[in-house]
């Protein structure tokens, strides 16, 4: 059975930084496309990041140059390192998985296009000034 848990959110002030982190079993983390959603209140959830199978990694535009997406294997997870965070950064974030998912869907998407097909509970992330 695949499973994906998320760790790390929380809060922190405007201009912090965070790690969340995502542990994978049931399946090799290197086989998988993974990627991060995040959901922020009345909002659609949208596209963070994603790291393809061959480590290519894709950004949201309001992520590029602040977030950044690694994989460790010999843990079987994946981390998203978030540096200079705003307030507009507030929002459930979601880990994602499957193994080879469409091109179309490292340009975007939203989580009711179900572009991948496992998913995390959530983290909370919290960003105050």
């Known amino acids: 059975e695949v499973q994906l848990a998320e760790s790390g959110g929380g809060s922190v002030q405007v201009g912090g930084s965070l790690r969340l982190s995502c542990t994978a079993s049931g399946f090799r983390n290197d086989d998988f496309d993974m990627g991060w959603y995040r959901q922020a209140p009345g909002n659609e959830c949208e596209l963070v990041t994603i790291i393809s199978s061959d480590d290519t990694t894709y950004y949201g535009d309001s992520m590029k140059g602040r977030f950044t997406i690694s994989r460790d294997n010999a843990k079987n997870t994946v981390h998203l390192q978030m540096n200079n965070l705003q307030s507009e950064d507030t929002a459930v974030y979601y880990c994602?998985?499957?193994?080879?998912?469409?091109?179309?869907?490292?340009?975007?998407?939203?989580?009711?296009?179900?572009?991948?097909?496992?998913w995390g509970q959530g983290t909370q992330v919290t960003v105050s000034s």
């Open positions: 994602a998985a499957d193994f080879h998912i469409a091109p179309k869907w490292v340009y975007g998407g939203t989580c009711s296009d179900k572009p991948f097909g496992y």
